[in-house]
């Protein structure tokens, strides 16, 4: 299972981005698909997640200003974030369990910063 992480950058406070996860190897229209994010020195921390029904879940952090999505056809998670805050600043990360294994991207750099 590859997870290929992209789409992040540098934002001002109140600004948009959105990243994306193309995930390679799995049927991935079965699979939950999570987000989370990391910054240094902190434990990496669920962000959201996107069930194969499309039921999601947030950090109560983020709602209200981040949405999760899937495209089954081209095998893509996404994570729009509206109303950014130097405090989303982070290497977000997606995942997915598959055969009781934990598979990580590589992780896509987003800073919020005027």
């Known amino acids: 299972v590859q997870l290929q992480a992209s789409g992040g950058g540098l934002v001002q406070p109140g600004g948009s981005l959105r990243v994306s996860c193309k995930a390679i190897?799995?049927?991935?229209?079965?699979?939950?698909m999570y987000w989370y994010r990391q910054t240094p020195g902190k434990e990496r921390e669920l962000v959201a997640s996107i069930t194969s029904e499309h039921n999601t879940d947030y950090a109560d952090s983020v709602k209200g200003r981040f949405t999760i999505s899937r495209d089954n056809v081209h095998r893509t998670l996404y994570l729009q974030m509206n109303s950014l805050e130097p405090e989303d600043t982070a290497v977000y990360y997606c995942?997915?369990?598959?055969?009781?294994?934990?598979?990580w991207g590589q992780g896509t750099q987003v800073t919020v910063s005027s």
């Open positions: 190897g799995l049927n991935f229209r079965l699979f939950t």
């Open positions: 995942n997915v369990l598959y055969r009781g294994r934990a598979n």
